[in-house]
């Protein structure tokens, strides 16, 4: 369901005692009705990195000292190569070092990354304490931040380490696009696009018919964007908490994409980046198994391709891919499971012969 009063827009997550809105608007962090209604404490944790820190953490620390009496910031190091062990342990030692009890809200101000090790941290601290979500980047606004996953890295795969732990609330503030960079902008219009493939061709028209205004970061068309991506996500979650069955089609692109991401080494390319190449290629092995047909993939193709995005896997060896997709959470048994197209607007989880997936890799990583 989606309501909005003068400034912000609604989106709620429905998930019974775990329900929590998703606020969309302008001037949000700076707001101190942003903040009220959350769970009282005598402290408050925002948990930040070093890019987003100078831009936004003052404003935030400002906002919340009208409802917190005590506010401090831990600042982690950004990048998705930092997503790990020892990293998540600073925001341990911030909090033990401060005393944090059990009622001590954490906030996670940045992108993804900041977004899954502080809702990870919140898990783990004294077995769960409440936090939010303040996601500053697009791809976190329109997916990451929205759901309750929550995660760090492991060497061997993405993401393998974490829990469900649902925010109180998930504040997208536009504003804080403005200042992306055009690669972080790119990375997030990946996310946006996989929806329509999904679930929803309307959008995905929309989309091709407004890249532009969203690339020129049009706040109507970003309002738009990331409202309908909170919806389409919301819808999915409310259905699939714990990804045992439909939520699975959010992974759209990403069986393709983490293997990337590993193959790399994480952070080489952003997880967008990924993700977008990852959706040239699923759609080329849903094509290739009958499913859709060869205008749907060249579509595809042609919009992550405008979106900025790559389109051309690196030239890891198909060997390598399948090796890493074998680590994906869906695989079962050691059987790779890809999100496929199963016409366009509907997507099915299913595996595919080793051979083709192979083809389709050689294919789509001949550069």
């Known amino acids: 369901m989606t309501t909005s009063n003068h400034n912000r827009v609604e989106v709620a997550i429905d998930l019974g005692e775990r329900s929590y809105p998703i606020w969309i608007g302008q001037q949000l962090i700076s707001n101190p009705n942003t903040w009220t209604g959350l769970p009282k404490a005598a402290a408050a944790l925002i948990v930040t990195n070093s890019t987003v820190a100078p831009l936004y953490a003052q404003r935030l620390q400002s906002a919340l000292t009208a409802v917190y009496p005590k506010v401090h910031t831990v600042v982690l190091p950004d990048g998705e190569d930092h997503k790990d062990w020892a990293t998540l342990n600073l925001i341990f030692d911030e909090l033990l070092g401060q005393g944090a009890d059990r009622k001590t809200v954490l906030f996670a101000l940045g992108g993804g990354v900041v977004g899954d090790m502080t809702g990870f941290a919140a898990a783990c601290y004294m077995r769960g304490v409440p936090f939010v979500q303040v996601p500053t980047t697009l791809l976190s606004q ?146 290739r198994l009958g499913l859709v047909d060869e205008a749907f993939v060249s579509r595809l193709t042609a919009l992550v391709d405008r979106a900025g995005l790559p389109t051309a896997g690196p030239k890891l060896g198909a060997d390598e891919y399948l090796q890493h997709m074998r680590v994906d959470k869906k695989a079962e048994a050691g059987e790779i499971k890809f999100v496929l197209i199963d016409q366009p607007g509907k997507a099915t989880v299913r595996g595919a012969p080793d051979a083709l997936v192979a083809q389709v890799i050689d294919d789509c990583c001949a550069q």
């Open 142 to 287: 329109v997916d990451s931040s929205v759901g309750g996953k929550t995660a760090i890295n492991h060497p061997i795969g993405k993401n393998m380490i974490g829990a469900f732990y649902q925010p109180q609330r998930v504040v997208c503030d536009l504003d804080t696009l403005q200042t992306l960079p055009e690669r972080e902008m790119s990375a997030g219009l990946a996310e946006i696009i996989k929806y329509g493939p999904i679930a929803d061709m309307a959008f995905l028209d929309w989309i091709d018919a407004n890249l532009d205004a969203l690339l020129a970061r049009d706040p109507k068309a970003l309002a738009h964007a990331v409202k309908r991506s909170c919806e389409i996500k919301a819808w999915v979650v409310a259905q699939d908490e714990r990804e045992g069955g439909i939520r699975a089609i959010l992974n759209f692109g990403h069986t393709f994409g983490h293997a990337i991401e590993a193959g790399l080494g994480f952070g080489v390319w952003l997880h967008g980046e990924a993700v977008g190449c990852g959706m040239v290629m699923a759609s080329r092995l849903s094509q």
